[in-house]
């Protein structure tokens, strides 16, 4: 395509406004970078992916790509053996099961969405790279003790020391707080190493090293000889955890390194789908659709249809513009007021091509058709290369003569004001000339003008067509309605009038307008009128055609409504009259169960003619249930045994298992549940198909349980933050399936240790819980068995 047509156009635009709709980095490059094609194929292929997006969203409203992040860099470097942080390696698992997702999702979707699955199908699917970096890094990027055997056992003797030197530190704590040696009987931290607060002036009571003082200078933080073996044992093994630590980071890598072209790969794909839901996302916000494509006549002629479409970069409301080009003529003279919209005209044809070319769905009606174009050509605005020292006019001839050489037949071309910025005989001319080049190359052609000569031209000439965009001659305002068939005025006193100028002056200009001028500006106007008064008629016949369709409607949805209540009373009484008629049978089994004990013959005899009646009135036509119209009743012959059935004015469907022998009653098989109804209350229906469970598109993660501490240490906590903390912490590993755990609560004031375990003594998940025992540091913490 043409660049400097693009750009004169603002197709950029179109694309930033497209990026916006965008999930991430590299979908967004691609609709920044985004270019119409030629090939009616490509184009075709493009818009079937927008429509099946468009389709997908309708099923699954929020569905997405997922979560895929920018993690070039990180492969690159993973490429070159270099280690990644645990975050990065959690970047590069959610992209990672982002594209695996998204190719299932798709795939269960495909005979649904076959364009957009062709694309997903060639994700390579990565599980074994999820399920390393699963097994080793926890959500919050924490390395787990499953990640090797090695740092299990490391981090196994780290929590034993470090329970050996705190429990003695806390005896330590105890007997010194006795002597009223510290600070605070608490155990703190410094560069690693444990250590008590000594108060200054007592720190020549307590053996040891000092590893901080306090701002105040009233407390030195001191690590007890006595501990401090066990300390360097303990920070020997945090160094020793932090080696493994680094060689699993490492390992997880090397596997990310070894994969990472596939990851790239699958992250442009996730990318060019990503660019077909924001065009479809953008489709929804504009109102916009797919239009057709527009076949090649068999004389090679090429058409476009517009209808209603609406330029895509205006966001106040904008007049729909409605156009057709090729069927009939092959150029298109817009003529009409200054600041009337022909420029815009000219622009919105331009990008709906472009658009249409691109894939993305263009702001107009569905009944719109466009060919596919080899090139879309313009020459708009009045640009001038200060540099090249060139003219207006040169500047656009410079533009029309590249245009006449780099289009074709296939090609649309839009002129603005052609051979405007000279002399206007020679303008005219020119513009004239050109168009009948166009005309006979047969290339589609909009040009807008002011020159009448450019009117009477187009209305004399074959295949070339006036158009006009009307002007209210009452407001003296443009309307922005094209109207095929009819050249507009310019109208330049009326505007110039309303901008100001003076009576005088407009006045004076109008006698300087030769007469034959004037006649035809008049003429103009008076056929504007009256096409205005012909629009404003059709629309009220539309209207009113419309009115009368929708009362149509509305007396068809009422008599069914009427029908449906009918059936539904008609069978209310038939019911009614079954349960009657059942109810007197009943009777007459009691009276002839009665009319058994009498001795009397006569009195027998007498009975049996009154149930005789009776029975007649039974059998009458009155009592017999009334035949709903439309029903179908079911007959002994229509049915059999296997046949699937269902329970009329119910959603209860069942098998038929056996039929009485009386053939009044079936037997049917209803799930876990034998039912017997009668013959006449079941209808024949198929058996049903087969159907998958349930689908979910959505893109989401399959966690594990979350992988808690076998202990929570609660020390240093506010009273008013133990509670949520120590019940979110039971809840998790009561889930987790642990049995026993540990509450470290410390001595402290004992506020903590009596917020826990008057939590624990009625806590539903708790089965016992104790004071910790010697060597699990005493009083200071809780063991709790779930």
């Not at 020119?430 to 450019?454: C, D, G, P, Q, S």
């Not at 009195?603 to 009155?622: F, T």
């Not at 198909?689 to 076998?710: A, D, G, H, L």
Request: proline share 4%.
């Amino acid at each position: 395509m043409d660049q400097k047509s693009l750009e004169m156009l603002e197709y950029s635009k179109v694309r930033e406004i497209l990026a916006g709709f965008t999930s991430f980095p590299i979908s967004h490059e691609l609709a920044m970078n985004l270019e119409p094609s030629p090939d009616m194929e490509k184009v075709s292929y493009l818009l079937g992916q927008s429509a099946e997006a468009r389709y997908l969203f309708s099923l699954i409203p929020n569905f997405s790509v997922g979560t895929v992040i920018d993690i070039r860099k990180a492969l690159a470097m993973a490429e070159k053996e270099k280690t990644l942080d645990p975050q990065t390696l959690l970047q590069v698992r959610a992209t990672v099961a982002a594209g695996n997702d998204l190719r299932t999702s798709l795939n269960r979707m495909s005979s649904e969405v076959p364009s957009l699955w062709s694309i997903a199908k060639n994700i390579v699917a990565l599980p074994e790279v999820v399920r390393e970096i699963d097994r080793c890094i926890d959500d919050s990027g924490e390395i787990l003790d499953l990640a090797s055997p090695d740092l299990a056992n490391l981090r196994y003797q780290l929590k034993d020391t470090r329970h050996q030197l705190l429990n003695r530190l806390e005896s330590m704590v105890k007997a010194l707080s006795s002597q009223n040696l510290l600070q605070d009987s608490i155990i703190t931290e410094r560069g690693g190493r444990y250590v008590i607060p000594v108060k200054t002036e007592m720190q020549h009571a307590v053996q040891g090293i000092i590893h901080d003082v306090s701002n105040t200078g009233a407390t030195v933080f001191i690590e007890p000889w006595a501990i401090v073996e066990l300390g360097n044992k303990l920070r020997q093994m945090a160094l020793e955890e932090e080696r493994e630590v680094n060689r699993i980071l490492a390992e997880l890598s090397a596997e990310v390194g070894s994969n990472g072209t596939e990851i790239i790969d699958n992250m442009v794909i996730s990318a060019e789908i990503d660019l077909s839901l924001a065009k479809a996302r953008y489709a929804k916000n504009a109102n916009a659709c797919e239009p057709c494509i527009s076949p090649t006549g068999s004389d090679s002629r090429y058409s476009l249809k517009l209808i209603d479409a609406r330029h895509p970069l205006l966001k106040k409301k904008v007049v729909p513009l409605t156009v057709e080009i090729g069927q009939d003529f092959s150029s298109l003279v817009i003529t009409g007021p200054n600041t009337g919209g022909k420029t815009v005209a000219l622009k919105t044809i331009g990008l709906m091509a472009l658009m249409n070319q691109s894939g993305i769905p263009i702001p107009a009606s569905e009944d719109s058709c466009l060919p596919v174009f080899d090139g879309v050509f313009a020459d708009i605005g009045d640009e001038q290369s200060i540099e090249q020292t060139l003219s207006t006019f040169s500047w656009h001839m410079g533009n029309i003569v590249r245009i006449i050489r780099m289009s074709t037949s296939r090609s649309l071309v839009l002129l603005d004001e052609l051979g405007g910025s000279t002399d206007p005989a020679e303008g005219a001319a020119l513009a004239r000339a050109i168009l009948m080049y166009f005309l006979t190359k047969r290339t589609l052609a909009v040009a807008t003008t002011h020159y009448n000569e450019l009117k009477i031209f187009a209305h004399s000439t074959p295949e070339m067509q006036n158009a006009s965009l009307a002007f209210d001659s009452v407001t003296l305002t443009p309307t922005y309605h094209l109207s095929l068939g009819i050249p507009g005025g310019s109208n330049a006193l009326a505007i110039a009038s309303q901008l100001g100028l003076s009576p005088e002056i407009i006045d004076s200009a109008r006698e300087m307008i030769p007469k034959g001028s004037q006649e035809m500006e008049q003429l103009l106007t008076d056929l504007t009128n009256e096409k205005q008064v012909a629009r404003s008629l059709r629309d009220t016949l539309e209207n009113e055609k419309e009115e009368i369709a929708g009362i149509r409607d509305q007396l068809e949805n009422e008599l069914e409504n009427l029908q449906e209540q009918k059936q539904s009373v008609l069978r209310e009484a038939r019911e009614s009259i079954s349960k009657e008629a059942t109810k007197l049978q009943k009777q007459i089994r009691e009276a002839t169960s009665e009319l058994k004990k009498v001795k009397s013959k006569e009195s027998i005899e007498q009975a049996k003619r009154e149930l005789s009646s009776v029975h007649q009135q039974l059998a009458g036509e009155s009592w017999q249930p009334e035949k709903v119209q439309g029903e179908i009743t079911t007959t002994i012959e229509s049915i059999a045994e296997g046949d699937t059935v269902r329970v009329i004015d119910t959603n209860l469907r069942g098998t038929i298992l056996s039929i009485s022998d009386k053939g009044d009653q079936v037997e049917m098989q209803a799930g876990r549940t034998r039912v017997k109804v009668g013959l006449t209350d079941v209808e024949r229906v198929d058996a049903p198909k087969e159907t998958t469970s349930q689908r979910s598109f959505e893109v989401t993660r399959n966690k594990e349980n979350q992988r808690r501490s076998i202990e929570l240490d609660l020390r240093g906590k506010r009273a008013e933050e133990v509670e949520p903390e120590l019940d979110a912490y039971l809840n998790d590993v009561s889930l987790a399936g642990f049995q026993e755990v540990r509450i470290i609560h410390g001595y402290g004031t004992g506020t903590v240790r009596q917020i826990v375990r008057e939590m624990l003594a009625s806590y539903p998940l708790v089965k016992s819980f104790r004071s910790g025992e010697l060597g699990e540091g005493g009083d200071g913490v809780t063991a709790v068995k779930l």
